[in-house]
């Protein structure tokens, strides 16, 4: 699969590049729909969250990079589809939930967009609603490292949430804003775990 050999090849390059380091690997459910989450500083962040997991990831990516012919059709094949991220984009949310709902994963960053100070900004309900619907877990994972060129990378990837209390239900926006906030909690727990060890 191309996807696969891909990852091979970009797991070498990070190797040599920026010495990445993944804790907590076996907190990776080996089967089922998942919702992977992660903070975003840099472009590097998609790259590092699928070689970061040995299943692939599918990310949403905005629609106006499937403009150019070729790139359009290069993230396709790597099983990445588009959002419109000026509107609720419905042919993006029943894609995510298919793929859900097929055991697949899928990868999102619940803050909407890079945070440009490395502070992890309010998430989006997103995640949350597509986890809910699809009765899967969410995988938190923090991304450390990514921003400028030399840094060595870390990521930490946290214990799945499940929250069967709220399957098969229809749950309001505070609900799962609070599930929201939790799963970001959970990697800013991690981020400053590692400050805290680096002496940052």
Same mark, same amino acid.
């Given at each position: 699969?191309? $996807?696969?050999? %891909?990852? /091979? ?7 040599? =590049? +920026? #010495? ?23 472009? %590097?962040?998609?790259? /590092?969250?699928?070689? *970061?997991?040995? +299943? ?7 629609? !106006?990079?499937?403009?150019? /012919?070729?790139?359009?059709?290069? %993230? ?8 419109? #991220?000026?509107?609720?984009? +419905?042919? *993006?949310? +029943?894609?995510?939930? !298919? ?11 619940? !803050? ?19 986890? /809910? ?5 969410? %995988? ?21 949430? $499940?929250?069967?209390?709220? =399957? ?33």
């Amino acid at each position: 699969m191309f $996807y696969s050999f %891909l990852r /091979v090849v970009i797991r070498f390059a990070l190797l040599i =590049w +920026r #010495r990445p380091r993944v804790i907590g690997e076996e907190n990776i459910p080996a089967t089922g729909g998942l919702v992977v989450v992660a903070n975003h500083v840099s472009n %590097l962040d998609p790259i /590092v969250m699928g070689c *970061a997991i040995n +299943r692939q990831v599918h990310f949403m990516a905005k629609v !106006e990079l499937f403009k150019n /012919v070729l790139l359009a059709a290069f %993230l396709r094949t790597v099983g990445t589809f588009p959002v419109n #991220r000026e509107k609720s984009d +419905r042919n *993006a949310i +029943r894609m995510a939930l !298919e793929l859900l709902q097929a055991g697949r994963v899928v990868g999102i960053f619940p !803050e909407g967009t890079r945070s440009k100070t490395g502070e992890l900004l309010k998430p989006h309900i997103g995640a949350a609603m597509l986890a /809910v619907k699809a009765d899967v877990p969410i %995988l938190p994972m923090a991304i450390i490292g990514t921003e400028g060129l030399f840094k060595k990378i870390i990521v930490v990837i946290g214990e799945p949430v $499940y929250f069967p209390e709220l =399957w098969h239900s229809r749950p309001g926006r505070e609900e799962l804003e609070e599930l929201s906030m939790q799963v970001m909690g959970s990697i800013e727990t991690a981020i400053k775990s590692d400050q805290t060890k680096s002496g940052a």
